[in-house]
């Protein structure tokens, strides 16, 4: 299997637009995660999945942002507006019910200008 | 609130010597410990993990070492070499959620062997 796979890589767009990030999980894994990196806080939990239904999105820090998972193989993490401070890497990654650690994907460097 | 704190946010130290990197938990729900290694412009990855029944876990040059009562786990590299250089983050989980896997993470610590 490739792993986690997210696209795109970079993405650097300008305050008030709408910005899509998406990721593939592997094949077979029933949960999906959605994590933002800051120096301040670290790798922060955004939203989960367990076989496409999101389970806890408390981690999403205003309705500006939304997750979906229309099917086992893909999920969009949106932001609408996007904002300078939503600068960040934001991270995909995936599990099953029988690992105990999760699989990450290689990232989408957010830039906001 | 930060349920799981690295304070510090950098380490440096000799190739050769040990790298110790600390780790403090608040919620006395966690039940497993894990350890993820990043390189840059790359996603974190899987190093070593220790249940909450044990106390100690160790593979190959890393060891994590779990104090319960202190609610503080270690992550000990002996030697460290300058390929270990990377942030790492230190991630626990609560068996009794809905998810197998669902990780509070740290705010991660960039170690940093020097030749």
């Known amino acids: 299997d490739a792993g986690v796979i997210q696209s795109p890589r970079h993405e650097v767009t300008e305050m008030g637009q709408e910005v899509t990030l998406r990721c593939k999980p592997i094949?077979?894994?029933?949960?999906l995660f959605w994590y933002r990196q800051t120096m301040m806080r670290g790798l922060e939990l955004l939203i989960y999945?367990?076989?496409?239904?999101?389970?806890?999105d408390s981690g999403m820090p205003e309705d500006r942002f939304s997750a979906k998972m229309p099917n086992a193989s893909f999920s969009t993490l949106k932001i609408q507006p996007s904002e300078p401070r939503d600068s960040a890497v934001y991270f995909c990654?995936?599990?099953?019910?029988?690992?105990?650690?999760?699989?990450f994907g290689q990232g989408t460097r957010l830039t906001v200008v | 609130d930060q349920q799981v704190k690295q304070n510090s946010p950098s380490l440096s130290v000799q190739e050769g010597r040990i790298s110790i990197l600390n780790c403090d938990y608040t919620?006395?729900?966690?039940?497993?410990f894990l350890w993820y290694k990043k390189y840059p412009a790359e996603g974190p990855t899987f190093l070593i993990s220790?249940?909450?029944?044990?106390d100690k876990n160790e593979d190959g040059r890393f060891t994590v070492f779990l104090n319960k009562s202190a609610k503080h786990l270690s992550l000990h590299i002996v030697p460290s070499q300058p390929g270990d250089s990377a942030v790492y983050f230190c991630?626990?989980?609560?068996?009794?959620?809905?998810?197998?896997?669902?990780?509070?993470f740290g705010e991660g610590t960039q170690l940093t062997v020097n030749p």
């Open positions: 990654a995936s599990s099953s019910d029988t690992n105990t650690e999760a699989f």
């Open positions: 094949s077979g894994h029933d949960y």
């Open positions: 991630a626990a989980s609560a068996w009794g959620e809905t998810s197998g896997s669902r990780l509070t």
């Open positions: 999945f367990n076989n496409n239904v999101p389970i806890d």
């Open positions: 220790i249940s909450s029944i044990k």
């Open positions: 919620n006395s729900m966690f039940d497993y």
